[in-house]
């Protein structure tokens, strides 16, 4: 199973390192030295981590093959995506890989049947939850006050939306 760990930004120094924004909780692990990571777009190829540095908060890459600013500046918005074991799960119970949270059926507090998640959408501000209701797409934001529950074994999600989420819109 694929997982996506980063998006490459701007080039930092002529050298060829550039920035990644994060998308793993894991970083020193998923994107160290020696990591291979599938690309997308994939023309490019699975790239290796070179090396890997922190500066001024920001992760900074080398990948192998890339020797200059023109090269970085090649690689930008490039996601970055590492092979895991479908049955791995973070030590952390409140975090969920996005593979394991498609295709579980979302609920009312009440129990009433809300939708199916469809995927999940990272945004730099938030992550929202896409949930198939009745046939058309409701992003929820995937917040513990929207999102209180979460059971992946047993197959399912609570949802407490705010009034009027999920009905929006619905006549057209």
Known sequence: ??????????????????TVEVRTDDPDVRLAPGSILVTD???LGPITV???RWH????????????????????RGVVLSAEVPDDERSEDPEEFY???LRGLRALSPDGTELGTVTDVVHLPGQDLL??????????VPFVAELVPEIDV???RIVLDPPSGLLSLDEDG
């Open 1 to 18: 199973m694929q997982v996506v760990v980063g998006r490459i930004g701007r080039p930092h120094g002529i050298r060829g390192e550039v």
């Open 41 to 43: 777009p994939a023309r």
């Open 50 to 52: 070179a090396a890997a």
């Open 56 to 75: 001024s908060g920001r992760l900074l890459l080398s990948v192998e093959g890339v020797l200059d600013r023109t090269g970085a500046e090649g690689l």
């Open 98 to 100: 996005d593979h394991q």
């Open 130 to 139: 896409a949930l198939d209701h009745g046939g058309r797409e409701v992003l």
């Open 153 to 155: 074994e047993a197959g």
